[in-house]
């Protein structure tokens, strides 16, 4: 399956995000890794992804180094884990979550409920300002171009 590729738009951050992870496969595997699942085969049994495919999207996340491959036999055979990188990724997918536990998840409920470490008690991800820590979203802020925008596109002369 050929891959959209957003390398025109590398001014945008959301962009370059999508060529790391925007195939729907991958958030999923990233899913499966961060909650214990790290075997070739524990992935492609959870998912049901051909084996083609779970190996093109593993070779694109170790290449982009979002997984690292630990081997855990004598034979060739691999283990892949989360770097820093990848592990902040899942915060990324935690926010996916919440919005999918709010929109989507219906009477039922939320499939999964989240531990925090520190206070050990369930919780949700909260978006706050890193500066005030007030809440923050979308209507909350305003985009402004930072150092590594594009330069604006200079209109024709009349």
């Known amino acids: 399956?050929?891959?959209?590729?957003?390398?025109?738009?590398?001014?945008?951050?959301?962009?370059?995000?999508?060529?790391?992870?925007?195939?729907?496969?991958?958030p999923l595997i990233l899913r499966d890794v961060w909650v214990g699942?790290?075997?070739?085969?524990?992935?492609?049994g959870d998912l049901g992804i051909s084996r083609k495919v779970l190996t093109e999207r593993l070779n694109h996340l170790v290449e982009e180094r979002v997984l690292e491959r630990r081997p855990y036999d004598q034979r060739p055979r691999y283990e892949y884990h989360l770097t820093q990188k990848g592990a902040e990724l899942v915060d990324l997918l935690m926010v996916m979550t919440a919005w999918g536990d709010r929109w989507l998840a219906g009477e039922a409920g939320p499939p999964v409920l989240l531990r925090h470490h520190a206070c050990?008690?369930?919780?949700?991800?909260?978006?706050?300002?890193a500066h005030c820590g007030?809440?923050?979203?979308?209507?909350?802020?305003?985009?402004?171009?930072?150092?590594?925008?594009?330069a604006p596109a200079t209109e024709p002369a009349a």
């Open 37 to 44: 699942l790290r075997r070739f085969d524990q992935i492609q």
């Open 120 to 129: 050990g008690e369930i919780s949700s991800v909260d978006l706050r300002c």
């Open 134 to 150: 007030e809440p923050m979203h979308a209507g909350d802020v305003d985009p402004l171009p930072g150092p590594g925008a594009s």
């Open 1 to 26: 399956m050929q891959r959209t590729n957003f390398s025109d738009l590398a001014a945008c951050s959301i962009a370059r995000t999508l060529d790391v992870i925007g195939e729907p496969w991958s």
